[in-house]
């Protein structure tokens, strides 16, 4: 398995330092050891399964990249100010589809 490298370094802004994310294997490590708890919903599932592809040749390193960077853009961890979890939460509310009437028959 060979490290797949991303187009250009992403800088995280971590509670203990930046954290310059340069490859697929460095984006896993870091969405296991040091990705908030409060963060780890759906986007940051999709970017340990796209790093994950990338490692084993399914998808390229700039799918890996993409969906790290979103990844880190939801948390908060790019450049800028980071959600509070409350924050987090209540934006993830405000985006999840609403429950369909059931017609009866």
Not at 8 to 37: G, H, N, Y
């Amino acid at each position: 398995m060979n490290d797949i490298r991303f187009p250009q370094p992403i800088t995280l802004e971590l509670s203990d330092a930046p954290r310059k994310v340069a490859s697929s294997f460095e984006a896993l490590e870091c969405l296991d050891q040091q990705w908030p708890k409060w963060a780890r919903g759906p986007s940051w599932r999709a970017a340990g399964r796209a790093c994950r592809d990338a490692l084993d040749g399914w998808r390229s390193g700039r799918a890996a990249y993409k969906a790290f960077l979103k990844a880190a853009k939801r948390a908060g961890l790019t450049r800028g100010r980071s959600p509070s979890p409350q924050q987090f939460r209540s934006a993830a509310m405000s985006t999840t589809a609403q429950p369909m009437a059931v017609r009866a028959g």
